[in-house]
């Protein structure tokens, strides 16, 4: 019989790495606490979403290939972020169609996972043992939901927590309002998406806001602190794994 334990390459993304790498951390206990052997592969970068998005599919393409030869040799890969692991699950396959690669970004695509799905999937659950941080707000990021079909998974992972009281917003499908170069592009619509969805999770009465992606999560505090609101903003692995702390912006 082969005990031997799957391994997950740990795609950490660049927003974590550069601006919340204890989110990084917490993913990673989730994941080995599930039964998994977990490694960082160094060496990694962005996957190419950014010049993706904005119709520069040779950058995206170099940056991809990249990807393919760092993550070939695992199991899995679980990202703490939808909208990453929705780009190589969704778009590799897309961007090496007809290039020799393809067969290899197919691969890579049916192997990545975002991390509340991945958990779900493979019997892992939350780490904390209590929550007294009040009840919690989760947001909906596009790319988790849309490309990822990640909707009910953080809801059932996040019930698990003892003492942890979910609420909803009254419009929790919408955008926030980052979707990354869309905020660069149009940001007199972005701030006024963001402003709607900092309102929306202060009203649901949370004294929290959680979600799986970073750009949103930033995007949203540093509205909420314009604001005035007074929310702890937490990505989803720091609350499950019971390591949240400071809250988004509040250390700068």
């Not at 992606?213 to 989803?236: E, P, T, Y």
């Amino acid at each position: 019989m082969n005990s031997r334990k799957k391994t997950v390459a740990l795609f950490v993304t660049c927003l974590v790495d550069a601006m919340r790498p204890s989110t990084g951390f917490a993913a990673r206990a989730l994941i080995e606490a599930a039964g998994f052997r977990v490694t960082v592969p160094q060496g990694q970068t962005c996957c190419g979403q950014s010049a993706f998005n904005a119709g520069d599919e040779a950058d995206a393409r170099a940056l991809a290939r990249r990807m393919l030869t760092i993550f070939a040799p695992f199991d899995y890969v679980v990202a703490p972020s939808g909208s990453c692991a929705g780009m190589v699950r969704a778009h590799y396959p897309e961007l090496f169609a007809g290039q020799p690669e393809e067969e290899t970004a197919r691969a890579l695509s049916a192997k990545t996972f975002e991390l509340c799905e991945f958990l779900h999937a493979h019997g892992g659950g939350p780490l904390a043992r209590r929550w007294d941080m009040g009840p919690v707000v989760y947001h909906d990021s596009c790319s988790a939901r849309r490309e990822m079909g990640v909707v009910e998974q953080p809801r059932a992972l996040l019930t698990q927590i003892p003492g942890l009281e979910l609420m909803e917003m009254e419009d929790n499908e919408a955008c926030c309002g980052f979707g990354g170069l869309f905020s660069v592009k149009l940001p007199e619509i972005s701030g006024h998406m963001a402003r709607l969805k900092a309102e929306d999770a202060r009203n649901s009465g949370a004294a929290v806001l959680t979600g799986p992606d970073m750009g949103c999560l930033l995007n949203i505090a540093g509205r909420m602190r314009r604001l005035g609101i007074s929310m702890k903003v937490f990505h989803i692995a720091e609350v499950l794994a019971g390591t949240a702390g400071a809250g988004i912006g509040e250390d700068g």
